[in-house]
């Protein structure tokens, strides 16, 4: 009798899952047909319906959490009943938006010699038939922020399909538990400077009812990315904010200059200019001292690794 051949999988697929029983069926099976070596596990984030049980019936691993925990939070227990053979993580959403046969063309662009840190599929490099304008428009301002806050171009800061080492795991744990995962961890990403690359993909119009609402997880997405920036790039954050009040303070101050050279002398409107311009001269300051100490903080943490080491 022959040995049997044992695949230990070095990749894993987490499913987030929260009411999906109309396409969980189908996301497994694709996914299963795309990476055949693959562990696969859905977490089933406290669903009302037959999600679950559905799952189960598949035979894939099925971590199923007492109550609604969030989309990022069902995302951190995924990836965090961790093996040591896991080496890489891939994610995407449960609802048939994503197409599944991509991720072996991600997965290879972290595992080849030199690969990238994470790969990222955009539904903005590819046809995208399943957003409303609304949210596509909102997609696109994000990624706009997010790039001109890392000076890195990017064009889906929210997908919802990735790829990345095990390794950077750790680097993920603070990470918002919401909606909000997502482009929390693309600038993280960028900012610490891993590397990132995006491929395109094909993005479809999702099998029942969005969860998503466009002001109240616009509103998120973009405190997110302010917040990480603010941690972690904070003279970004705050020249966009000092910067603007300065220049206005300039502005105001030459047209001001102009009508006392003339004879009509308006004092509000010398105290504005002085009062804008000290403000973001004092708010630029606050950003130049915040990234020093940032700069320092990355000095202690890079010491603490290599004494681990």
């Known amino acids: 009798m022959k040995d049997m051949k044992i695949v230990i999988p070095e990749l894993r697929v987490v499913i987030p899952a929260y009411n999906e029983e109309s396409s969980i069926g189908e996301v497994i099976d694709r996914t299963r047909e ?46 965090d009943s961790k093996t040591d053979y896991i080496k890489y993580f891939a994610f995407l959403d449960a609802d048939n938006t994503y197409p599944p046969e991509k991720i072996p063309e991600l997965y290879n662009l972290c595992k080849q010699e030199n690969g990238v840190d994470i790969a990222v599929g955009s539904r903005f490099l590819g046809a995208n038939k399943g957003m409303p304008i609304i949210r596509k428009l909102g997609n696109r301002f994000f990624a706009l922020i997010v790039s001109i806050y890392t000076g890195k171009t990017i064009t889906d800061a929210g997908s919802g399909m990735r790829v990345f080492k095990a390794s950077l795991l750790p680097e993920f744990q603070d990470l918002p538990d919401g909606l909000s995962f997502t482009p929390g961890m693309t600038v993280k990403v960028l900012h610490k400077g891993m590397t990132y690359q995006e491929i395109p993909i094909e993005y479809h119009e999702r099998a029942g009812e969005s969860k998503l609402s466009a ?94 080491k």
């Open 34 to 79: 795309a990476c055949k070596d693959a562990e696969i596990i859905v977490v089933d984030d406290g669903s009302k319906d037959n999600t679950a049980a559905i799952a189960k019936r598949r035979n894939v691993k099925v971590i199923s959490n007492p109550t609604n925990y969030g989309y990022g939070k069902a995302l951190k227990i995924g990836f």
């Open 215 to 308: 002001i109240k997880d616009g509103y998120r997405f973009f405190n997110v990315i302010s917040n990480t920036v603010k941690n972690h790039r904070p003279i970004a954050f705050f020249s966009t904010i000092g910067i603007p009040l300065f220049v206005i303070g300039v502005i105001l101050g030459v047209y001001s200059v102009g009508r006392w050279l003339t004879g009509s002398l308006f004092i509000p409107s010398f105290i504005l200019t002085t009062l804008l311009i000290l403000v973001g001269m004092f708010i630029l300051m606050i950003g130049l001292v915040a990234d020093m100490i940032v700069d320092l903080r990355h000095v202690v943490e890079r010491m603490e690794k290599e004494m681990k």
